[in-house]
C-alpha cells in the first residue's frame, strides 16, 4: 500500500530515527549511513545531544570539534518475496556525495550536503514499477557565544524529483523541505543546556496525466508550524546524561484531483493538531574496568485530526467549515530499557527492549466499518562491538583502530504507521487519479502488522588518530507481513575525511 508517509496526520514513529554509533579506545565511530543497521537507540552515550537527538542546529557544538571534515558513501536496501527471488518489491539506493563541515567548535559551523537518491516501488502484482529519481540537498548553520551562553543555528533540507512509471509516459512532479527551522538556545550551565525552535515542513505532489492533460492529482502536505522545546543534561563522562524535547505541530492536507475540465474536484482538507514529548536518560556506572550504561527511555505523540469542506479552488490554505463527526485521533505510548556495557578497552556490549502501544479512534460518523483500534508492538536489539586493534599479538600502530560488529534486532511494527525503512519510500505515490483516495487520510484504519529480522555485520577503521574513517556494514532482512515472507538486505559505506 501506498501512502504519505511524511504527513505527522497519520501518525509518527514508535522511538524517533536516532544515529547511534558506538564508542571504542579510540572514539571510533559508525559513519551516518552504517548507523541505521542494527544500532541503538538510547544506550550509546555518543547519542545524547540536541542534534542526533532531536535535530537540532545548535546541537553541532556537543558532537563536533574539527576544522574540517568530508564524507562520501553510499548505501542500498531492498525487500524482495521470499518464494520468488526475481520479485524485488522495493528498492532504493542513496549516495553521500558529499557531506561537508566546516568551523571552530564553540564559535560556528556550516554543514552543506548533497544526496542523490534512486528509489523503485513495484504494486502488489509486481509488474507495475514506479521510479523516483530524487535529489536531496541540506544546509545547516550555527554560532556560539563564548561558554555557549547564546546560540543561534538555522537547518534546511530539501528535495525534488520526478516520479516516472513503466509502460507509461505520465509524471509526478514532487517537491518540498523535510526541514525548515530555526533554533535558539543557551548552556545555562557546564551541565544543562536549554532553547527553543520553530519551522515547517513542506511538500508538494503535482501528476501529469500524459493521456489527458485534464486530468488532475495534486496535494499540499505539510506542518504549519512546527514549534519545540529542549534540555540536554549532562556530558560524556558524567554520571548521568539526559535529554527531552517537547514539541507541536499543526499539519495540513489540501488535496485536488478531477477527472474533466468542468469539475472542481476539491476534495476535504485535512488539519490535524500533533503533540509529543521524547525522553532519554542514561548512566554512567564504572565498576573494575568495565563501564556499565543503564539506560530508559519514554515517548509519547498524539494527533487529532479533522476534515472540513472545501473552500474556493482548494488552492490556498484556506477551509470551509468542519465537517461534523468527521475526526479521528492517533496516540502511541512507548517505553525502552536497556543498558550497555564498555569492557576495558576490547569493546562493547548492548542490549535494548521496548514496548509501544498504538490507539487509533474514529468518531462514529465512520460508521462501523472503522473502529477504534489499539495494538501492542516490541523491539529487541543485541548486539557487540570488539576493537580488534586492542589485541596486543597483533601489534597494530596506536594511530590505527580496527573494529568489527554483530547485532540482530527482531520488531513487530505497524505497516501504516511505522513500516521497516518507510521513510526512504515515502515520497512514491501511484502515477494515477484520486492517489490518496484510499489513504487513511480519509478511511482511518490500521496497516498490516509486519515482523522484522535483521542480522548486520560491519567493519570499520580509522588512520591517523582518526583523521580517516572507512565504515561498512551489510544487513541480513527477513520480513513477514500478513501471509506473505520477504526476504532483504541493506549495504552501507562510508569514507571520512577530518582535519582537526
Request: hydrophobic letters at 35%; one cysteine or more.
Amino acid at each position: 500500500m501506498f501512502r504519505s508517509k511524511s504527513l505527522l496526520i497519520i501518525g509518527s514513529a514508535l522511538l524517533l530515527s536516532l544515529q547511534a554509533p558506538l564508542q571504542s579506545a579510540l572514539s571510533i565511530e559508525s559513519s551516518a549511513s552504517c548507523q541505521g543497521y542494527g544500532s541503538p537507540l538510547f544506550t550509546n552515550w555518543n547519542q545524547y545531544n540536541e542534534l542526533d537527538f532531536a535535530g537540532v542546529p545548535t546541537g553541532i557544538f556537543q558532537t563536533d570539534s574539527m576544522t574540517v571534515s568530508v564524507e562520501l558513501g553510499a548505501h542500498s536496501f531492498g525487500f524482495w518475496e521470499k518464494s520468488n527471488l526475481d520479485s524485488l518489491k522495493k528498492h532504493a539506493v542513496s549516495f553521500n556525495a558529499p557531506k561537508i563541515t566546516a568551523g571552530a567548535h564553540g564559535v560556528g559551523y556550516i554543514q552543506l550536503h548533497y544526496t542523490p537518491d534512486l528509489i523503485a516501488v513495484y504494486d502488489a502484482s509486481g509488474k507495475t514499477k514506479y521510479d523516483l529519481a530524487l535529489q536531496r540537498f541540506g544546509l545547516l548553520g550555527a554560532v556560539s557565544m563564548p561558554k555557549g551562553v547564546f546560540q543561534i543555528g538555522v537547518a534546511a533540507e530539501g528535495f525534488y524529483g520526478v516520479e516516472t512509471q513503466n509502460k507509461s509516459d505520465s509524471t509526478r512532479l514532487i517537491m518540498g523541505f523535510k526541514t525548515l527551522k530555526g533554533s535558539i538556545g543557551s548552556r545555562v550551565h557546564e551541565l544543562v543546556g536549554i532553547g527553543m525552535e520553530g519551522g515547517v515542513t513542506g511538500r508538494l505532489d503535482t501528476l501529469k496525466i500524459a493521456t489527458n492533460s485534464n486530468w488532475q492529482d495534486r496535494y499540499f502536505e505539510g506542518s504549519l508550524p512546527m514549534l519545540g522545546w529542549f534540555i540536554d543534561f549532562g556530558y560524556p563522562g558524567f554520571p548521568v546524561q539526559s535529554d527531552f524535547i517537547l514539541s507541536t505541530a499543526t499539519n495540513r492536507l489540501i488535496y485536488v484531483y478531477k477527472f474533466n475540465t468542468g469539475e472542481i474536484g476539491n476534495r476535504p482538507p485535512v488539519i490535524g493538531d500533533s503533540l509529543s514529548w521524547h525522553w532519554k536518560t542514561l548512566g554512567t556506572i564504572p565498576i573494575n574496568g568495565i563501564i556499565y550504561h543503564p539506560g530508559v527511555a519514554l515517548d509519547f505523540q498524539r494527533c487529532n485530526n479533522q476534515l472540513y469542506f472545501p473552500k474556493g479552488e482548494n488552492n490556498t490554505l484556506e477551509v470551509g467549515a468542519k465537517q461534523v463527526g468527521k475526526n479521528w485521533a492517533i496516540k502511541n505510548l512507548s517505553f525502552g530499557i536497556g543498558g550497555s556495557a564498555e569492557i576495558l578497552s576490547y569493546g562493547s556490549t548492548y542490549f535494548e527492549f521496548s514496548h509501544s502501544k498504538i490507539s487509533l479512534d474514529v468518531d462514529s460518523a465512520y460508521g462501523p466499518t472503522f473502529k477504534d483500534t489499539s495494538r501492542g508492538y516490541e523491539r529487541v536489539l543485541i548486539g557487540a562491538q570488539g576493537n580488534i586493534h586492542a589485541i596486543k599479538a597483533l601489534r597494530i600502530p596506536s594511530s590505527i583502530g580496527i573494529f568489527g560488529r554483530l547485532s540482530y534486532e527482531n520488531l513487530r511494527i505497524n505497516s501504516l504507521y511505522d513500516g521497516y525503512r518507510s521513510d526512504e519510500f515515502s515520497l512514491n505515490t501511484p502515477l494515477i487519479p484520486n492517489s490518496l483516495g484510499s489513504t487513511p487520510l480519509y478511511a482511518p484504519a490500521p496497516g498490516a502488522d509486519q515482523r522484522i529480522g535483521n542480522f548486520t555485520v560491519g567493519l570499520g577503521a580509522s588512520f591517523f588518530s582518526n583523521q580517516v574513517r572507512l565504515d561498512a556494514a551489510y544487513s541480513m532482512l527477513t520480513k513477514k507481513e500478513s501471509s506473505i515472507s520477504y526476504k532483504g538486505y541493506g549495504f552501507a559505506l562510508d569514507l571520512g575525511y577530518e582535519i582537526r
